[in-house]
């Protein structure tokens, strides 16, 4: 069966994607990051497209404020089966974000435009390098497609949900 093509009785999931700080301003950052992609409203077009090719249901949300992707969080907690987030402005010092999503138990999906690992080691002297607060509790990671990493996000979530094997140990993947 082709992997992508999901039998139309697969598990129609729900799947949160959220956006933290900065990201509602896609179309007025920097174009070498985040390409040509003209607003946060587009690339959420795109996300639900690629769902409903999925088969599955998507939950968006984004915001400028911390307070909010908390509240959503804890809202949607017992409503969606994974989460994939682009912590964007909260990604090195987001800790109660990151916590919010750890408590789910859900699985996480942590996704950025840029390769952050490469940004990261361009912008600041070795000394000073910072990293994700999210890395080490994300069920997995895409960086460095722009906007085509929500898509991989998206099927990578999806059929990680089908496969009963894959989460059987745990969101955390050793
Ligand atoms: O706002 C963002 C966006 C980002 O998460 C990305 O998608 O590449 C990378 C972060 O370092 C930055 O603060």
């Given amino acids: ?28 950052r920097s174009e070498a990051i985040y390409g040509p992609i003209r607003s946060l409203a587009d690339l959420q077009a795109m996300v639900r497209e690629v769902a409903g090719e999925l088969g ?7 915001s400028n404020h911390e307070g909010e992707i908390l509240e959503f969080i804890h809202r949607t907690a017992t409503e969606v089966q ?8 909260l990604t090195t010092y987001g800790e109660a974000t990151r916590h919010a999503l750890d408590d789910t138990g859900k699985p996480v999906v942590e996704c950025h435009f840029a390769n952050i690992a490469r940004h990261f080691a361009e912008v600041a ?36 949900l089908d496969d009963e094997a894959f989460l059987a140990g745990g969101t955390r993947r050793r």
């Fill in 56 to 62: 599955v249901e998507v939950v968006q949300f984004a």
């Fill in 125 to 160: 002297p070795h000394s000073q390098q910072q990293t994700s607060r999210f890395t080490y509790t994300a069920t997995g990671l895409t960086m460095g497609l722009r906007q085509h990493g929500y898509a991989a996000a998206l099927v990578g979530l999806t059929l990680a």
């Fill in 1 to 28: 069966m082709p992997v992508l093509r999901r039998p139309a009785d697969a598990p129609r999931w729900t799947i949160a994607v959220v956006d933290g700080p900065n990201m509602p301003n896609l179309g007025h």
């Fill in 82 to 89: 994974g989460y994939v987030i682009n912590p964007a402005g």
